[in-house]
């Protein structure tokens, strides 16, 4: 079975930074892209941030840019989300999701993904 196990939510204050990990089993990770996923409570999924299969690809939501890196380790099979600056309206699940290859912004897109982290900003 493919899983996909979020860790490193926590509460934060404003302006603090957090690091969040993904690690994946059951599929072939150097193969495949990942994104990172939020929602907020009465929000929509959005997209995070992604990386395509190999790292040289990366994509960002306009509201994350500066503040956030997506990097992945394939020995590993971890993938991480580095935040930093964090701000009141970050808070919420964050969701890793996994798809062949390519970066998608799109949540439809992802194939697998896990059980969430909660992160929470606040003063």
């Known amino acids: 079975q493919v899983q996909l196990v979020e860790s490193g939510g926590a509460l934060v204050q404003p302006g603090g930074s957090l690091r969040l990990s993904c690690v994946v089993s059951?599929?072939?990770?150097?193969?495949?892209?990942m994104g990172w996923f939020r929602q907020a409570p009465g929000k929509e999924r959005e997209f995070v941030a992604g990386?395509?299969?190999?790292?040289?690809?990366?994509n960002y939501a306009d509201s994350v840019k500066g503040r956030f890196t997506i990097s992945r380790d394939n020995a590993k099979n971890t993938a991480y989300l580095q935040m930093r600056s964090l701000k009141p309206e970050d808070t919420g699940v964050y969701y890793c999701?996994?798809?062949?290859?390519?970066?998608?912004?799109?949540?439809?897109?992802?194939?697998?993904w896990g059980q969430g982290t909660q992160v929470s900003v606040s003063s």
């Open positions: 990386i395509n299969w190999n790292g040289v690809y990366t």
């Open positions: 999701a996994n798809r062949r290859l390519y970066v998608s912004g799109v949540a439809t897109d992802y194939d697998y």
């Open positions: 059951g599929l072939t990770f150097s193969h495949s892209a």
